[in-house]
């Protein structure tokens, strides 16, 4: 793979195809809702431009003849989930194992444990997420009012994110490699007979990988410092949404702002973009933005 930028732009589009989600190759960067912005064509990173949240948005949506207080409809906060693993296909998710090289592992309070198996000659992704936490913009009225905001127009609208203590991220290097991990908790060091220092156990990740594309995670008091995984939606055209919906029918959210493809055409096992889609480019012109993100078969 050439470097890290294919990496990132790999996992992202593996993650988006398994989930629909928009995974975050950088968890420490803190994306947040209503966050907004651009697309990196080569890294799939999210370019945060600003945020529906900020006094400025919303003085802006007042000279704009928007009627809302997005103060009095701020993100609401989901349950948190024990664990949440996602995987992209071609990977397989089996049982722990336990063997010599990780007998000394305190599984007993392993609060994640895992094995993965990766198809040969192929890329598989996969995201591990400790007590992970969503937060989303609430249903209603929001996001079908700033629909029409100009700010928005050809943007990427962060509709809800998955924060969380500790996380796991890895991208096969195609050698049909098998993976183990652990999010264990290790004991304090003894100082002394009867005394012990640091106090309380912490937690840590285990892995036996050794691929380079391998990051991984925990905060050590448990503070929701990462956020792995978000959702991210585009504005739909006024005139596309009514051909696809008909007159007649209601317009709901789901109508406005989409799930959208990436701004990338198929990429091939090294996150390069393929070549047969780049002549097809050629042939038939490049795609508008509004027609990137209309849903097409892959």
Sequence with gaps: MRD???ASRKFIDLIRQASSKWANWDPPI???VGDYGTIEHDSGELD????????????????QGLKINLSECQPRKGAIDDNMIMSSSGVKQGDFSLNPEVSFLNLASASV??????QEGKRGAVLVMHKPKQVYIPPGKVLSTIHKANELQDKYLVTSTFTCPGY????SNKSGERIALALTASA????????????????????DAQAAFLRKAVDKDGHYRYTPLYSLKHRQNSFMSRIFRGEEEETTEDDLWLDCTPPWQPLDEDGEEDAVWEDKDEEFGPRSAEEGCLPFAI
Excluded at 52 to 62: G, R
């Design 168 to 171: 796991y991220i890895y991208l």
């Design 4 to 6: 890290n930028t294919a």
């Design 48 to 63: 945060v431009e600003g945020n529906i949240y900020d006094e400025a948005f919303q003085t802006s949506l007042n000279n």
């Design 113 to 118: 444990k895992a094995e993965f198996k990766f």
């Design 30 to 32: 803190e994306i947040k």
């Design 188 to 207: 304090p060091i003894p100082a002394a007979a009867g005394v012990t220092a640091g106090g309380t156990a912490s937690m840590d990740w285990w892995t």
